[in-house]
């Protein structure tokens, strides 16, 4: 397993965001961005969007709490043979889960080959 601290992979995930074309955030709204070790039910995912999709968003109301797109720090790692490879997983896992924000599919997210 690589071993990168929680601190810098919060940073590689900054950087990722930082990456992404400004329209693909433009509309993300309430959303924050999370990383935690390992998700609560120990599943291998890479990370995980938990709210109201755009196209839900007729229901959401003022006050809401955020959405939250939450990367899993040490199934990333597991998940890598080195750095580089660890920054494009990360990207893609951005990606993945803002699609789904958007009310992208899981199977046209793979259709897409974001997944």
Known sequence: ????????????????????????????????????????????ILGVYEGFSLAERGAYGYGEEPDRIILFRENLLDHCSDQE???????????????????????RIHELGWG
């Open 1 to 44: 397993m690589l071993d990168i601290s929680h601190e810098e992979f919060e940073s590689l995930v900054a950087d990722g965001l930082d990456s992404l074309h400004d329209d693909m955030l433009a509309q993300l709204d309430n959303v924050i961005f999370l990383v935690e070790d390992r998700p609560s039910d120990g599943s291998e």
């Open 85 to 107: 490879e660890l920054v494009h997983e990360i990207r893609v896992t951005l990606v993945h889960e803002i699609a789904h924000f958007y009310g992208i599919t899981e199977e």
